[in-house]
């Protein structure tokens, strides 16, 4: 587990994930969610008819600036799974469960997003010493014609049913296609690839190497975007050249398998779009 801004920025050059000790507010935050939100999923998608009845009631439909549209609220994306999704900025477009539920989740939202951009812009003052990379700094350099009315960084709770067979997957291997992403859970499953021995390994595992979570953690991992820029080098909007290549962060490959009942996972995503 990282201990300062340098061990954070090396742990991550080098293996592509880390585990962060949160916060108490944030543990706390996290794991009230954690628990309103496991009974949300549970009674809410005991069957099928639950399900398509969740779905009818709150899932809603957002324009994108680039023409697509985002699914947020309630959504089950497969068999495998339910989706609850919030950005902030779209309170007042959707439809909440309860007052209760809303508040949790616009409280973890905000605080996660803080916690995260303060990790990326930590690890990129170590990568990238005297150059002011931040987030802030790279929105303002996006295209304006790219960028929603909402903020672009997703709060999922995602259900996994694990009712099939334990080992089997619930997502193959991926990467994802934002900048940097957190990930809580109270049960195994995420499991990240570790490029520098060729092992997959249980994300938040203790050193034991069973189920049992290190209290109080997140999994912190880089994705697609930001092994794009750092391989790139950044650019910001008023340079027209490309900076010189510095330091390469390689995005996390990581799968979430099946275990022995309903997962709850909660995630954030940093995107710039
Ligand atoms: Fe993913």
């Known amino acids: 587990m990282q201990s300062s801004g340098a061990d954070l920025a090396r742990v991550l050059s080098e293996q592509s994930f880390v585990t962060v000790k949160l916060p108490t507010d944030l543990q706390e935050m996290l794991a009230s969610l954690d628990l309103e939100a496991q009974a ?36 089950a994306p497969s068999n495998l799974k339910a989706l609850f999704r919030y950005h902030r900025g779209c309170s007042n477009m959707m439809t909440w469960p309860s007052s209760s ?53 997703p709060l999922d709770l995602f259900y996994y049913y694990n009712t099939g067979n334990s080992g089997a997957f619930n997502c193959d291997p991926h990467v994802d296609r934002g900048l940097m992403h957190i990930v809580y859970s109270s049960s195994p499953g995420l499991e990240v690839f570790d490029p520098r ?20 953690t997140a999994v912190v991992f880089c994705n697609d975007a930001f092994a794009t820029i750092t391989s790139e080098g950044f650019k910001p909007r008023d340079q027209g050249k490309a900076e010189v290549r510095t330091t390469e962060v390689p995005a996390c490959v990581h ?10 996972s909660i995630s954030m995503e940093l995107r710039l779009s």
Request: hydrophobic share 30%; charged share 25%; net charge negative.
């Open 101 to 153: 539920f809303q508040a949790k989740v616009e409280a973890c939202e905000c605080r996660l997003a803080g916690y995260l951009i303060e990790c990326f812009d930590t690890v990129c003052a170590e990568l990238f010493p005297g150059r002011a990379i931040s987030y802030e700094r790279l929105m303002s350099s996006t295209s304006e014609c790219q960028k929603d009315s909402f903020d672009p960084n």
């Open 197 to 216: 021995t060729g092992e997959w390994q249980q994300a938040g595992g203790n050193d034991a190497g069973d189920d049992r979570r290190i209290p109080g």
């Open 255 to 264: 799968r979430v398998v099946q275990g022995n009942g309903p997962r709850l």
């Open 40 to 75: 949300f999923f549970r009674t809410n998608t005991a069957t099928a008819q639950d399900i398509e009845r969740s779905t009818t009631a709150w899932r809603t439909l957002v324009p994108r600036a680039n023409g697509g549209t985002s699914l947020l609220g309630f959504n």
